[in-house]
């Protein structure tokens, strides 16, 4: 990619190539555990009622967060879109000057933004661009 720089562009292959953590997995886990321990609990000493519970009141926080987590993954989504929206058609300028143009398309990728110019070059849009 032209215009961005050697360090940039390993940081965004990097990002893009490492396993980023899934909240299902970690709620799946949660619940193979919970169904675990239900089924191999001695009958002759069921579980205390309070501590059934308690792992219902666990099991419902653990799922809430599991659903908050998806919810703001789409708010990210949508304000990302509006923010590309909002720069195609318009001058950009590097932090030091160098990259300058106006933005035909912007890629969007979980850890950012990278705006394609006219003329071919790409800037990643960063703290401490010009957009004007």
């Given at each position: 990619?032209?215009?961005?720089?050697?360090?940039?562009?390993?940081?965004?292959?990097?990002?893009?190539?490492?396993?980023?953590?899934?909240?299902?997995?970690?709620?799946q886990?949660?619940?193979?555990?919970?169904?675990?321990?239900?089924?191999?609990?001695?009958?002759?000493?069921?579980?205390?009622?309070t501590?059934?519970?308690?792992?219902?009141?666990?099991?419902?926080?653990?799922?809430?967060?599991?659903?908050?987590?998806?919810?703001?993954?789409?708010?990210?989504?949508?304000?990302?879109?509006?923010?590309?929206?909002?720069?195609?058609?318009?001058?950009?300028?590097?932090?030091?000057?160098?990259?300058?143009?106006?933005?035909?398309?912007?890629?969007?990728?979980?850890?950012?933004?990278?705006?394609?110019?006219?003329?071919?070059?790409?800037?990643?849009?960063?703290p401490?661009?010009?957009?004007?």
């Open positions: 990619m032209t215009g961005i720089p050697p360090v940039a562009a390993d940081q965004k292959s990097q990002a893009n190539n490492t396993p980023k953590p899934v909240a299902g997995a970690d709620y886990t949660f619940l193979k555990l919970l169904v675990a321990q239900m089924k191999n609990q001695d009958p002759t000493k069921p579980m205390d009622a501590q059934q519970v308690t792992q219902l009141a666990q099991f419902s926080s653990v799922e809430q967060a599991v659903q908050m987590n998806a919810k703001l993954e789409q708010l990210l989504a949508s304000s990302s879109l509006s923010q590309a929206d909002g720069i195609i058609g318009r001058t950009v300028t590097s932090p030091d000057g160098k990259v300058s143009g106006v933005v035909e398309s912007v890629r969007i990728y979980s850890d950012g933004m990278v705006a394609k110019l006219k003329g071919g070059a790409e800037l990643i849009i960063t401490g661009i010009v957009i004007s």
